[in-house]
């Protein structure tokens, strides 16, 4: 085993999950057999539009979704147990302790009628049991330094609203990680921070991945982030996988039309490649009347007849990388059923 096998060891594996919904107008799949690992210590990002499923994905997996909300296929396996069907006393453990969230605002995860010390104090006594009451108060004022809140002390007694947007943030990173999660979820954690702020708590987390032992989804529809932060990239469209590889690789080298659309209407992206600023034209589906083929088909310029009425496999394309696109199976008819004309199924 070298340093690399250690580093691909997966610590979740999502398995074609699906996530609906009960509307008024029926049911809404938001997310349509969605596979992938997350691997120790890795920073794996899952970006796509306004829709796409991720944060349904993300709440799916701590089973956080709204009344309305169910998982009606698949498997999430963690540390050998299937989240799917894990009992809420146990769910309840592994929420905190073995799997964190950090959300867009953070006070969904803020108390607002608690000073942030005792927020976090209260976290760590119900996760870490045992600990003395001044143990416990060194272990916050570590936490809040490790999540560069100037004067901890001072701070120590501050309410969240006294507290700026970038420090709020702080703080909820400081309660997300009190309990040394396996895991750390990031749902567009720096959406609604100006820029600057954006880029220290960047680098916070940065920081914060390189010095404890954490694997970190980041879920973001930024794609300059994702360059800076990620190790891997899953990109999510039409509540499925389009595209998976290292940053590198879809940076690089997108195979699949979304990517490529996604990152050509990224600024800074498009003119580093001398290529013309551009948007994706059209916009995503209404998930409760999706394409019957690849959700993108109504919107890609390579789209063929085949795409709009058969879902592409997620082909398997080299390496660590994976898409769903019939470009990959050139040799499958335009037309016809590409599955029972013996197209490539990955
Ligand atoms: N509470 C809900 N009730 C009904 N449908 C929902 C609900 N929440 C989400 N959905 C459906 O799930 C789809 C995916 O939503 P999700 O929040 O995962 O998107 P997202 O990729 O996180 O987008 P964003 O970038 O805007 O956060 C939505 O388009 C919507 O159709
Ligand atoms: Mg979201």
């Known amino acids: 085993m070298n340093a690399q096998s250690e580093i691909s060891h997966p610590i979740l594996s999502v398995r074609n999950l699906r996530t609906a919904f009960e509307t008024n107008d029926g049911s809404v799949e938001a997310v349509r057999g969605v596979s992938f690992d997350l691997r120790h210590k890795e920073v794996l990002g899952i970006v796509g539009e306004s829709g796409s499923g991720k944060t349904v994905t993300a709440m799916s997996i701590l089973r956080l979704l709204p009344p309305n909300g169910f998982i009606t296929g698949g498997e999430i396996l963690f540390d050998g147990s299937d ?18 969230m950090v959300f867009q605002d953070p006070m969904t995860s803020l108390n607002p009628l608690m000073p942030i010390g005792g927020q976090i104090e209260e976290m760590i006594r119900e996760h870490r049991r045992g600990m003395s009451a001044s143990d416990v108060k060194a272990e916050v004022l570590r936490l809040l330094k490790l999540v560069s809140i100037p004067e901890p002390e001072a701070r120590y007694n501050t309410y969240p609203h006294e507290f700026s947007g970038g420090m709020r943030q702080r703080a909820t990173i400081a309660m997300a990680i009190a309990c040394e999660p396996d895991i750390l979820i990031a749902d567009e954690p720096t959406t609604a921070l100006d820029v600057t702020i954006q880029e220290q708590i960047l680098i916070l987390l940065e920081n914060l991945r390189d010095r404890l032992a954490m694997s970190v989804m980041f879920i973001t529809h930024d794609l300059g982030v994702v360059a800076e932060l990620c190790t891997r990239v899953i990109v999510m469209y039409g509540g499925m996988i389009m595209e998976e590889g290292s940053t590198a690789d879809i940076f690089e080298r997108p195979m699949h039309p979304y990517t490529a659309g996604l990152l050509a209407s990224v600024p800074n992206l498009a003119s580093d490649k001398g290529q013309k600023l551009s948007s994706i034209s059209g916009s995503p589906p209404d998930m409760t009347h999706p394409p019957a083929g690849c959700p993108y088909s109504p919107r890609c310029e390579n789209a063929r007849n085949l795409c709009g009425a058969y879902v592409p496999p997620l082909f398997e394309a080299g390496g660590e990388r994976r898409s769903s696109c019939w470009l990959l199976a050139p040799e499958a008819p335009s037309g016809g059923n590409p599955f029972k004309a013996g197209g490539r199924n990955g």
């Not at 989240?83 to 964190?100: E, H, N, W, Y």
């Open 83 to 100: 989240l799917t069907k894990m009992k809420t006393g146990s769910l309840r453990r592994v929420r905190g302790d073995r799997i964190a």
